[in-house]
C-alpha cells in the first residue's frame, strides 16, 4: 500500500502545462520538519531519476537540471501537500511522476534513500 498519492497526470499537447498534486493516502504518514518532499519520474526503459524536491522546514527546492525554469516544485506544510507545476512540456518529459520522501534532504538526488513512495501518475506529452 502506498503512503502517498500522487494525481494531476494526463495527456499534453507539447509546449503546455501540467499541476501535479502529492498528499499521503491516509493518516501513516508524517512529514516531519527534517524531511525533504521531491519528485522522481521515470521512463519506459530508464532509471529512476530525481525532478524536484523541496525541504519542509525551509522550503528550500532542488531541480535536475532538465527540468530547471520549467518545473516549480512547492509545499504547502498545513495541507501537507507537495506540488509540482510543469511548463513548456515536452515529448522528453513522458513519464510516470513520484512523489517520495526522504528523511535525509541532503541525499535528496538518491532515490535509495527514500523511504515512502506513491504509486505514480502517468503524463504523456505528446502531440
Known amino acids: 500500500q502506498a503512503q502517498l498519492v500522487e494525481s494531476g497526470g494526463g495527456l499534453v499537447q507539447p509546449g503546455g502545462s501540467l499541476s501535479l498534486a502529492c498528499t499521503p493516502s491516509?493518516?501513516?504518514?508524517?512529514?516531519?520538519?527534517?524531511?525533504?518532499m521531491s519528485w522522481f519520474r521515470q521512463a519506459p526503459g530508464k532509471e529512476r531519476e530525481f525532478v524536484a524536491g523541496?525541504?519542509?522546514?525551509?522550503?528550500?527546492?532542488y531541480y535536475s537540471d532538465s527540468v530547471k525554469g520549467r518545473f516549480t516544485v512547492s509545499r504547502v506544510a498545513a495541507e501537507n501537500a507537495v506540488y509540482l507545476k510543469m511548463n513548456n512540456l515536452s515529448p522528453e518529459d513522458t513519464a510516470v511522476y513520484y512523489c517520495?520522501?526522504?528523511?535525509?534532504?541532503?541525499?535528496?538526488?538518491?532515490?535509495?534513500?527514500?523511504?515512502?513512495w506513491g504509486h505514480g501518475t502517468q503524463v504523456t506529452v505528446s502531440s
Open positions: 517520495a520522501r526522504n528523511p535525509d534532504p541532503y541525499t535528496y538526488y538518491d532515490a535509495k534513500k527514500y523511504n515512502a
Open positions: 491516509g493518516r501513516d504518514l508524517v512529514i516531519y520538519a527534517n524531511d525533504i
Open positions: 523541496v525541504t519542509w522546514r525551509n522550503n528550500k527546492k
